[in-house]
């Protein structure tokens, strides 16, 4: 419960600089690329909504879930003013109830995973598992290990990440990318992976 209310502080104060009000680049270039199309959208630890608005403009069918209730709430007012329809869910991933029974058949994950406890990383694929199906795509943000900051995000390296997914996932690419955040300064350096579910 205290990850919780940490994460609802940082949302209650501002004080949260990977909430940018701008849709997360990554993202926009996999959709410029047409590698993903319109579809059913699973975005894993969607803060205030923002790139989950975004898809939900483009036309994906999304459902967006965050640990952070206060997050939750200002997400729905977001999409409620530009007119957008996104189910808002709040939960604390991994949870191998959540969805029970749904398919996506593309997830987003904009440092969900990285916040993970490693012991926890198992259930967190078995959860993808069960939420995706062949053919699925998950793009998938992360702090990268090769640049650790006190200020940044949560770190992994490449092999983590790959042992963490190989067994159900084809890695189309792992590339490097700067999150942005709310500092001037240039953001975190980041795992950009996109994987293809076997």
Request: net charge positive; charged share 30%; proline share 5%.
């Amino acid at each position: 419960m205290s990850k919780r209310r940490d994460w609802n502080r940082a949302y209650r104060q501002d004080a949260a600089p990977w909430d940018t009000g701008l849709p997360s680049q990554e993202l926009i270039k996999l959709l410029n690329s047409g590698s993903v199309a319109s579809c059913r959208t699973l975005d894993m630890g969607c803060g205030t909504g923002i790139n989950a608005i975004y898809l939900a403009q483009k036309g994906f069918d999304v459902t967006a879930v965050d640990i952070s209730d206060v997050a939750i709430k200002k997400a729905a007012a977001k999409a409620k003013k530009v007119g957008v329809k996104v189910r808002f869910m709040q939960a604390e991933l991994p949870d191998s109830h959540i969805l029970s029974g749904e398919i996506f058949e593309f997830i987003f994950d904009r440092g969900c995973f990285h916040s993970i406890a490693q012991e926890k990383r198992p259930d967190f694929a078995d959860m993808l598992a069960r939420l995706t199906k062949k053919g699925s795509m998950y793009l998938l943000l992360c702090g990268n290990a090769r640049e650790p900051r006190e200020d940044g995000p949560p770190t992994l390296t490449e092999q983590e990440i790959r042992e963490a997914f190989s067994r159900l996932f084809d890695f189309i690419w792992v590339r490097d990318f700067r999150f942005h955040t709310t500092d001037a300064a240039p953001g975190p350096l980041g795992h950009s992976c996109l994987l293809k579910r076997k």
